[in-house]
């Protein structure tokens, strides 16, 4: 007979962060049901984080990477630039502004460490358009990409960190499949948590 006072197990699944750094954003809702529960793919959880200023944002992603449970953080954003889901694989080192650097002593480049060309695979298969691209673009996206790269501790195994661009015009029923495809093709890299 099992114990009703008995303590409630951890989920021991590793962690997905998933950031729609836009307040103005729409397509990607992390509840799809009543239950209140964000979706999350086999084998992984997701933790959303809302929107909010950028310093904010950045603050708030890298405390998530300081905890051994998460492994992942995915940013969602919007690219004007091309009409197809991009993956963008690499942050260079500039302020929101654009006139300076970010970060005075931090390197030029971050390049994302999410499994790119699964990723770009697993959206293609599913009839979505897609690409890779190291192009960066002047915005929130790229700014917070390059700080959560460059905040991350040495000696740390890298967790999965990337960024999705959806197209611009995409309908939300898109966006809500592109992204849970690519949470999909990141939680399959994953390795297990501990058990202790």
């Known amino acids: 007979m099992i114990d009703p006072n ?36 086999q084998g992984a959880r997701t933790v959303p984080v809302a929107a909010a200023d950028p310093e904010t944002l950045a603050s708030t992603l ?16 919007r690219t004007r630039r091309s009409d197809a889901f991009r993956l963008q694989m ?12 970010a970060d005075v002593t931090g390197p030029a480049l971050a390049r994302a460490t999410v499994p790119v060309a699964e990723i ?3 959206l293609k298969d599913a009839g979505l358009e897609a690409d890779a691209t190291s192009d960066a673009e002047d915005d929130t996206g790229s700014y917070l990409l390059y ?20 197209p611009d015009q995409a309908e939300d029923e898109a966006v809500q499949r592109g992204v849970k495809i690519t949470a999909t093709a990141i939680a399959r890299h994953l390795s297990p948590l501990a058990r202790n």
Do not use: F, M
């Not at 690499?90 to 650097?101: D, F, K, P, Q, Y």
């Open 6 to 41: 008995a303590e409630i197990q951890k989920d021991r699944r590793p962690a997905i962060v998933i950031c729609a750094y836009d307040s103005d954003q729409s397509g990607w809702d992390p509840i799809e049901d009543l239950s209140g529960e964000p979706w999350s793919p």
């Open 62 to 77: 890298s405390a998530h990477l300081s905890s051994s449970t998460c492994r992942a953080v995915l940013l969602i954003g």
């Open 90 to 101: 690499r942050a260079e080192n500039r302020s929101l502004t654009g006139g300076h650097r």
């Open 120 to 122: 770009i695979r697993a």
């Open 147 to 166: 700080r959560v790269l460059t905040s991350l501790p040495y000696g740390l195994d890298a967790p999965a960190i990337g960024l999705l661009r959806v």
